[in-house]
C-alpha cells in the first residue's frame, strides 16, 4: 500500500520510472546550453514558459490553489526557492564549471539527504546499513569532486561546481520533503505543479533580471530556442510532475530512489550527445554512490 492509501498501479510505476529520464535531460541540455544563456534568465524563462503551459489547470483548479496559497504562502515560495531557484539556476550556474557527469553522480545523493532530513525532523531512525551506505556513498562524492586523485585530496582542490551541485542535491531532498506538507498533497500533481511554476518564476525574477541588466546572455538562436523548449517539456512539466506523482504514491523516501537510474542514463546521454569523456574516478563514483544509495534506502526500496 502506498502513503496516498491505495495499490499502486502500473501507470504510477511507469512515471516512477520515467522520472530519472527526464531528470537526466534536464543536465544535458542545462550544460549544451552552457555558455549561450546566462544560467538565471534560462531557469526563469524555464518556469515562465511552464507555467504558462500549466495556467489552464490551475485556473480550473483556483479555487482550491488561491486557498492553498493564502494559507501556506511561505511553504509555496519556499518550494519554489528549492525547486526551482536552487535547483533550476544555481544548477545552471554549477555547470558552467563542471560536466553534466559528474553533476548527475553528486545529485543522486538527494535519497542521503532525505533519509538524514527524516532522522533529524521527523525522528526516523537510521540503522547500521543506512549509515554505512550514506557513508560509502559520501565517500563515491569525493572521488568525483576530487577525481579521483590524493594529491587534490591533500590540496582540498576541488570543483565550485561540484560542490554547487551538492548545495542543489540537499535542496532538492528538501524540496521533496515539503512536497508531503498536507496543504501541498491536497492539491493534487497537477495544480500543485503549476502553482509552483508561478511560485518558481517570481523567485526567480530578480536573479534574472540582474543578469540581464549586466549584460547576461540571452537566447538569440533557433537552438537556444530548442533547448529552451526541451528543458520546459522534458526536463521541467514531465519530470516535476512524473517526481511530485511518485512522492504522492509511494512518498518521499522510495520516490527519492528514481535517481538511482540518473548516473548511467546521464552519463551515456551526456558521452552521446555531448562528447564528455568517461573517466575511471567516474566509474569508481557510480560504484560507491549507487552501491552506497541502495544499501542507505534498502529498506524504503522494499
Not at 15 to 20: D, E, H, N, R, S
Not at 54 to 63: A, C, D, G, S
Not at 287 to 300: D, E
Given at each position: 500500500?502506498?502513503?496516498?492509501?491505495?495499490?499502486?498501479?502500473?501507470?504510477?510505476?511507469?512515471?516512477?520510472?520515467?522520472?530519472?529520464?527526464?531528470?537526466?535531460?534536464?543536465?544535458?541540455?542545462?550544460?549544451?546550453?552552457?555558455?549561450?544563456i546566462?544560467?538565471?534568465?534560462?531557469?526563469?524563462?524555464?518556469?515562465?514558459?511552464s507555467?504558462?503551459?500549466?495556467?489552464?489547470?490551475?485556473y480550473?483548479?483556483r479555487?482550491?490553489?488561491?486557498?492553498?496559497?493564502r494559507?501556506?504562502?511561505?511553504?509555496?515560495?519556499?518550494?519554489?526557492?528549492?525547486?526551482?531557484?536552487?535547483?533550476?539556476?544555481?544548477v545552471?550556474?554549477?555547470?558552467t564549471?563542471?560536466?553534466?557527469?559528474?553533476?548527475?553522480?553528486?545529485?543522486?545523493?538527494?535519497?542521503?539527504f532525505i533519509?538524514?532530513?527524516?532522522?533529524?525532523?521527523?525522528s526516523?531512525?537510521i540503522?547500521?546499513?543506512?549509515?554505512?551506505?550514506?557513508?560509502?556513498?559520501?565517500l563515491g562524492?569525493a572521488?568525483?569532486?576530487?577525481?579521483?586523485?590524493?594529491q587534490?585530496?591533500?590540496?582540498?582542490?576541488f570543483?565550485?561546481?561540484?560542490i554547487?551541485?551538492?548545495?542543489?542535491?540537499?535542496?532538492?531532498?528538501?524540496y521533496s520533503?515539503?512536497?508531503?506538507?498536507?496543504?501541498?498533497?491536497?492539491?493534487?500533481?497537477?495544480?500543485?505543479?503549476?502553482?509552483?511554476?508561478?511560485?518558481?518564476?517570481?523567485?526567480?525574477v530578480?536573479?534574472?533580471?540582474?543578469?540581464?541588466?549586466?549584460?547576461?546572455?540571452?537566447?538569440?538562436?533557433?537552438h537556444?530556442?530548442?533547448?529552451?523548449?526541451?528543458?520546459?517539456?522534458?526536463?521541467?512539466?514531465?519530470?516535476?510532475?512524473?517526481?511530485?506523482?511518485?512522492?504522492?504514491?509511494f512518498?518521499?523516501?522510495l520516490?527519492g530512489?528514481?535517481l538511482?537510474?540518473?548516473?548511467?542514463?546521464?552519463?551515456?546521454?551526456?558521452?552521446?550527445?555531448?562528447?564528455?569523456t568517461?573517466?575511471?574516478?567516474?566509474a569508481?563514483?557510480?560504484?560507491?554512490?549507487?552501491?552506497?544509495?541502495?544499501?542507505?534506502?534498502?529498506?524504503?526500496?522494499?
Amino acid at each position: 500500500m502506498s502513503p496516498s492509501g491505495g495499490k499502486p498501479r502500473l501507470f504510477d510505476w511507469l512515471l516512477f520510472f520515467l522520472a530519472p529520464v527526464f531528470f537526466s535531460s534536464n543536465l544535458i541540455f542545462g550544460r549544451g546550453i552552457n555558455g549561450e544563456i546566462a544560467p538565471f534568465t534560462t531557469a526563469l524563462i524555464r518556469w515562465a514558459g511552464s507555467a504558462a503551459i500549466m495556467f489552464p489547470i490551475v485556473y480550473t483548479n483556483r479555487q482550491p490553489a488561491i486557498a492553498f496559497i493564502r494559507s501556506y504562502w511561505a511553504v509555496w515560495l519556499w518550494l519554489g526557492v528549492l525547486g526551482m531557484g536552487i535547483c533550476g539556476g544555481f544548477v545552471y550556474w554549477a555547470l558552467t564549471l563542471t560536466s553534466a557527469s559528474n553533476a548527475t553522480l553528486i545529485y543522486t545523493t538527494s535519497s542521503l539527504f532525505i533519509i538524514l532530513f527524516q532522522w533529524l525532523f521527523q525522528s526516523k531512525p537510521i540503522g547500521r546499513a543506512q549509515f554505512a551506505g550514506m557513508v560509502i556513498a559520501f565517500l563515491g562524492v569525493a572521488v568525483i569532486v576530487f577525481e579521483g586523485s590524493w594529491q587534490k585530496v591533500a590540496d582540498f582542490h576541488f570543483n565550485t561546481g561540484d560542490i554547487g551541485i551538492l548545495v542543489a542535491a540537499v535542496a532538492f531532498a528538501l524540496y521533496s520533503l515539503t512536497l508531503r506538507h498536507p496543504g501541498a498533497v491536497s492539491l493534487g500533481p497537477l495544480p500543485l505543479f503549476g502553482v509552483l511554476a508561478i511560485s518558481g518564476a517570481l523567485v526567480l525574477v530578480p536573479p534574472a533580471a540582474y543578469e540581464v541588466v549586466s549584460g547576461g546572455l540571452m537566447p538569440d538562436s533557433l537552438h537556444d530556442c530548442l533547448m529552451l523548449a526541451g528543458i520546459i517539456l522534458f526536463a521541467s512539466l514531465a519530470a516535476f510532475y512524473c517526481f511530485q506523482h511518485a512522492v504522492h504514491v509511494f512518498g518521499p523516501g522510495l520516490a527519492g530512489t528514481t535517481l538511482y537510474l540518473m548516473p548511467p542514463i546521464s552519463i551515456i546521454m551526456a558521452v552521446v550527445f555531448l562528447g564528455e569523456t568517461f573517466h575511471a574516478y567516474h566509474a569508481a563514483g557510480i560504484v560507491l554512490v549507487m552501491g552506497g544509495l541502495l544499501l542507505a534506502t534498502r529498506s524504503a526500496g522494499r
